[in-house]
């Protein structure tokens, strides 16, 4: 069985702050995929990151930087120098790589809020 | 290129009565699901769909059906709504290879289904 634990549930920062999102999770598979999405106050939902399990390096993409370490069992997600436009609930998700029943399995999700 | 359609975009139902929530995409993706979004819980797994005709059940599934006749179309049926049903509804739908299921998965804009 697969499960995605994200502790925190609401983070509060004032704009230009760091701030870490946290994900923990488990899973029986060797090989699988751990996700982060992005649901602003709009609804939608937006993929940010796809990470297999067999590429540990980190990856930075502008503000955003993902830390994912296998023997945590944790992909955390950090935001440097935070902007009100972050405001947002975002959800980490893991989905075995392959096989007939993969499907994605999220955690319950962290409500952002930046501050001005 | 639509994406991920879904509609209605709100719905209001009385206990007992029958919908259907329609999914379309037009990405010919094999893999489609639904998800619903309780606050607190983050997303989860109804049913899904690795291709036309092949449909199965996810973490949720009681109190609704689904088929897939053709790629683009996934509809989600209740059967008799009850308050418990009350949620939004997201469609996903995504790319799969003969290696690896899916990649990132694309939803739709949601549902926003009320039962009284």
């Known amino acids: 069985a697969q499960k995605v634990t994200q502790a925190q549930t609401e983070i509060s920062v004032v704009e230009k702050e760091d701030v870490t999102l946290d994900c923990v999770y488990e899973?029986?598979?060797?090989?699988?995929?751990l996700f982060w999405y992005k649901q602003p106050p709009s609804g939608e939902l937006v993929f940010l990151i796809r990470?297999?399990?067999?590429?540990?390096q980190n990856e930075i993409s502008g503000r955003y930087s993902w830390n994912f370490q296998k023997s945590t069992s944790s992909f955390n997600f950090t935001i440097t120098a935070s902007q009100v436009v972050d405001s947002a609930v975002y959800f980490c998700?893991?989905?075995?790589?392959?096989?007939?029943?993969?499907?994605?399995?999220f955690g319950k999700g962290i409500t952002l809020s930046v501050r001005p | 290129n639509a994406g991920v359609t879904q509609t209605p975009k709100f719905q209001v139902l009385k206990t007992g009565q029958s919908m259907t929530l329609q999914c379309a995409q037009d990405?010919?993706?094999?893999?489609m699901s639904w998800y619903r979004q309780d606050p607190g819980m983050g997303l989860r797994l109804i049913h899904y769909?690795?291709?036309?005709?092949?449909?199965d059940q996810g973490e949720v599934p009681n109190g609704y059906n689904v088929s897939r006749s053709t790629t683009e179309d996934f509809p989600l049926r209740l059967l008799s709504a009850a308050p418990s049903q009350t949620s939004v509804y997201f469609c996903?739908?995504?790319?799969?290879?003969?290696?690896?299921?899916?990649?990132?998965?694309?939803f739709g804009p949601g549902t926003r289904l009320t039962v009284t």
């Open positions: 996903a739908s995504s790319y799969s290879k003969a290696t690896v299921l899916f990649y990132e998965q694309y």
């Open positions: 899973t029986r598979d060797t090989t699988y995929y």
């Open positions: 990470r297999n399990s067999f590429d540990e």
């Open positions: 998700a893991l989905s075995p790589l392959r096989g007939a029943n993969s499907k994605l399995t």
């Open positions: 990405m010919n993706h094999e893999y």
């Open positions: 769909s690795v291709g036309a005709g092949i449909t």
